[in-house]
């Protein structure tokens, strides 16, 4: 007889319900959850891969070692030993600064890694701690810590309640919402605004699969969208219809806003975006005088030039139009587990301390990723020579991966964990590999942040790994354990990590799950007589427990010291200066008339990253190809399928062109975490179509100065027709 399991999808913030059909170990089907609280039986198609990666040959089982160039598997206990002495060999002999930690995308849905970042961290007690936020949204946190005091106190869409959603650099009907938890149907919400009335503006350089959905979408020029919000605030103001709402007495440096932007004039910021003097003026009068409205911006700010500013922008519209705490507009959830105070220094920091080779400063004690491979190249005191790399595949998602593989091959000792041999993993000396998605427990510990209702699931594990098999808070602990020990430098120091060890074993992650909930804004705390929200209502309620809407936090929920919302931090205000000398004044920084062209990601419908492995998620027609404008590929005498050269100053890629207005002239536009053409890695999803990665041409050097986010939208290229013809 076949069974049932729900559970949460863990591949997105989304967090769509599933439910899974099984018989005997074999999983028989994956289908929406139709009473899942959030997400009503909506999925996408990726979850269905997960049935691929529960059986897939090429997923590891058992701790591997390169041995002359070649993996061969050994023990738990060998790896852990070896792991442990080597990471502690080099910090004793080089100092803590030459081992760096790494930790990717599948860390931030996974509560066994993401308990043990912490810890991780401390043992480390490295200033070289780097994570794929400083590729994705660093500037959101950067804004946050600034403005409200905490680098995770996210503003979330109150997409269910507003009349006007002004949309920028997000294509929710593909990425599913990013910091915009809805379940797999944003694109459904934004019917739902205009079915009540309202309106959605969409601004992005490519005409996305959400413009569909959308009552206007304008073009914009990569990377001017600080200008063009700019442009909004300034007319806000100007028309008299900015506001400051119950929150007046809880703002600072208001009046810094307007003087800080009247150096840029609204008939450059169109002439420079692309977007009318009429049409500016005309969405910031509709925006501000719709009842409640809502200006969210996603990876395409985040992950450009001036991610800084343009977040900073974003929540000052939300804020002078009084959209701010308030339902339609921005809205903070309350999470059933409290991740904002429960660890002490999590608020974030600004340059305690920068890095060695470019003097960049770190931010909530993380240094830049893309910095990461020259603190492994070049010589000197300080240098990285071992590296801890936990689930994330940096060679094809970090600016310029190609260099990054190659600081790779530099370092002394290499860990991983990770369930694969694949771009990254291939360079580690030790890979040590969690259980399967459906062979551990979950429970959203920080993807909740993004919720747009407040919700809560835990699910237990669906089948019981093959044994020993570790989940990535066993083995991540063990390291953490087994290093410290060998860290400390007497006997009587050793003996008491070793005992603390011993104990920590005691604490599994369902405990502190309980913990959480009971000391969380819903659970019953230190009285025993009240009811609250316990881990066992979890567990009886598969489908996951409605907390209710958003609900005003403020001005109690601030972090800041004062209680007050930073509308204009001086450290913010003091980056306006670049973003004028690049579009005012023209300070490119390279040859705009040999790199004529700007490239743009685009996220594949079916897959993300890792799940390539899924050979029923990428199958069918390839995905990696190059969008180009009719005219740009008119100038180069390029027709469809025609292979094209790429090239940007750091690197070059071959790609097959597909010829479409959806991207505007001067733009071309890529999906990014292909390229699976790297020796010894997915031979089967080479064979299929292995794809070009887009990171292998985005600079390393260029990064927003302000939070030292990558740049991987607006990077610029040539590109010229090759002879070779698309293989299908
Ligand atoms: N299918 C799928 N879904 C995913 C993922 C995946 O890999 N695959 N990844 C998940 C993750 S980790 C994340 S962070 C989210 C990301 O979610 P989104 O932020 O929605 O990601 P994208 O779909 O890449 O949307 C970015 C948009 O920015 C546009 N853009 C590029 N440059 C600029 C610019 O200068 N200005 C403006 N205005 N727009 C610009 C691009 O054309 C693109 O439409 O998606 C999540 N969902
Ligand atoms: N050009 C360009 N670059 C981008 C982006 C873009 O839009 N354009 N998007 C950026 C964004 S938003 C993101 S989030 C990053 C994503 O980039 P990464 O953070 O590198 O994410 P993935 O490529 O999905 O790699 C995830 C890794 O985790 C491993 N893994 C899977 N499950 C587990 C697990 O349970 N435990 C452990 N330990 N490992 C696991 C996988 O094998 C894989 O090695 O890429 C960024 N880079
Ligand atoms: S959008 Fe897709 S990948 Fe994301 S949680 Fe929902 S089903 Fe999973
Ligand atoms: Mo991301």
Redesign the pocket.
Same mark, same amino acid.
């Given at each position: 007889m076949s069974e049932i399991h729900y559970r949460t999808c863990h591949l997105c913030e989304t967090m769509c319900g599933i439910s899974i059909e099984h018989e005997g170990g074999k999983i028989l089907s994956i289908k929406g959850d139709p009473k899942h609280v959030l997400s009503k039986g909506e999925i996408c198609p990726k979850p269905i891969g997960l049935q691929d990666i529960h059986i897939d040959p090429d997923r590891l089982h058992k701790p591997m070692k390169k041995v002359n160039g070649k993996f061969i598997e050994i023990s738990w206990n060998e790896a852990f030993n070896e792991t442990t002495s080597k990471l502690a060999a080099i910090q004793r002999k080089y100092g803590n600064n030459a081992v760096a930690t790494y930790q990717?995308?599948?860390?931030?849905h996974?509560i066994?890694?993401l308990l043990t970042v912490h810890p991780l961290r401390q043992v480390a007690n490295t200033q070289n701690t780097y994570t794929?936020s400083t590729?994705?949204?660093q500037p959101h946190n950067f804004v946050w810590y600034f403005m409200l005091g905490h680098q995770f106190m996210a503003t979330v869409p109150n997409i269910d309640q507003t009349d006007y959603f002004l949309l920028l650099g997000s294509n929710p009907k593909v990425s599913n919402g990013?910091m915009m938890s809805t379940g797999a149907n944003p694109h459904k919400k934004f019917v739902g605004i205009q079915e009540r009335g309202g309106k959605v503006v969409l601004i992005d350089p490519r005409r996305t699969e959400s413009a569909e959905f959308c009552d206007e979408h304008h073009f914009i020029k990569p990377s001017t969208d600080a200008l063009f919000l700019i442009g909004l605030i300034k007319t806000i103001f100007s028309k008299g219809l900015a506001k400051k709402g119950r929150l007046g007495p809880h703002i600072k440096n208001w009046e810094k806003i307007q003087p800080a932007l009247s150096n840029f004039d609204l008939p450059t910021i169109a002439k420079v975006t692309g977007i009318s003097q009429h049409d500016i003026e005309r969405i910031a009068c509709e925006f501000a005088t719709s009842k409640t409205a809502v200006c969210y911006g996603r +990876?395409g700010l985040s992950?450009q030039k001036f991610g800084g500013l343009c977040n900073w922008l974003m929540m000052v519209i939300n804020l002078i139009t009084a959209n701010f705490d308030e339902p339609g507009g921005m809205m903070f959830p309350t999470t059933a587990i409290d991740t904002f105070t429960a660890i002490e220094g999590a608020r974030g920091s600004y340059d305690t301390y920068r890095s060695r080779v470019s003097n960049r400063p770190e931010f909530a004690m993380e240094l830049p990723v893309a910095v990461l491979a020259e603190e492994i190249m070049t010589p000197g005191k300080g240098k990285i020579r071992g590296l801890v790399a936990?689930?994330?595949?940096?060679a094809?998602?970090?600016?310029n991966g190609k260099l990054f593989e190659e600081a790779l091959g530099q370092l002394d000792f290499m860990v991983?964990?990770?369930?694969?041999i694949?771009e990254? +993993?291939r360079h580690a000396d030790i890979i040590l590999p969690?259980v399967g998605?459906f062979e551990?427990s979950h429970y959203d510990l920080f993807y909740h942040t993004y919720d747009t209702i407040n919700w809560a699931a835990y699910n237990p594990r669906l089948f019981k790994p093959e044994k020993p098999g570790y989940t990535?808070f066993e083995?991540i602990g063990e390291i953490v354990r087994r290093w410290a020990v060998k860290k400390a430098s007497n006997p009587l120091k050793k003996l008491k990590v070793r005992l603390l060890g011993a104990l920590s074993k005691f604490i599994t992650v369902e405990f502190i799950l309980a913990m959480g909930l009971r000391f969380g804004p819903y659970g019953s705390g230190i009285n025993p007589f009240k009811k609250g929200l316990t881990l066992n209502i979890l567990k009886e309620n598969p489908h996951g427990v409605f907390l209710g809407k958003p609900k005003r936090i403020l001005p109690e929920g601030l972090f800041t010291n004062d209680k007050k919302i930073d509308a204009a931090p001086q450290l913010i205000l003091a980056d306006l200066p670049r973003l004028k000398a690049r579009w005012f004044e023209g300070v490119a920084g390279y040859n705009e008339e040999e790199y004529d062209l700007l490239i743009i990601?685009?996220?594949t419908e079916r897959t993300?990253?890792?799940?390539h492995?899924s050979q029923r998620l990428v199958k069918g027609p390839p995905t990696c190809t190059l969008f180009v404008n009719p005219h740009d590929a008119k100038n180069r005498k390029l027709k469809e399928g025609d292979m094209a050269c790429i090239t940007s100053a750091v690197g070059s890629i071959e790609v097959p062109v597909v010829i479409t207005d959806n991207v505007m002239p001067g733009v071309i536009c890529l999906p990014?975490?292909w390229g699976h053409t790297r020796k010894g890695t997915r031979q089967r999803v080479a064979n299929a179509h292995p794809g070009a990665s887009?990171?292998d041409i985005?600079d390393h050097n260029v990064m927003d100065e302000l939070t030292g986010n990558?740049v991987?939208?607006g990077v610029p290229v040539k590109l010229e027709k090759i002879r070779k013809k698309i293989q299908a």
């Open positions: 990717g995308r599948s860390t931030a996974n066994g890694a794929g590729v994705d949204q990013a +990876t992950m936990i689930a994330g595949n940096g094809l998602s970090m600016p991983a964990v990770d369930p694969y694949n990254t +993993t969690p998605p551990k990535d083995i990601s685009r996220l993300l990253g890792w799940l492995h990014h975490a887009l990171n985005t990558a991987v939208h």
